[in-house]
């Protein structure tokens, strides 16, 4: 049996990850992502 609260904070932070990765993806001024494209 999983605790609620792990549960609550799998998910917070799965969705702070994905909040990140959008944010890092519309991010067009990275060198990283110039040289990428």
Do not use: W
């Not at 549960?7 to 917070?12: E, L």
Request: aromatic share 8%; hydrophobic share 35%; net charge negative.
């Amino acid at each position: 049996c999983i605790p609620f609260t792990d549960v609550a904070q799998v998910a917070n932070a799965a969705r702070n990850y994905e909040i990140l990765h959008e944010r890092d993806d519309d991010s067009a001024e990275r060198p990283d992502k110039v040289n990428f494209q």
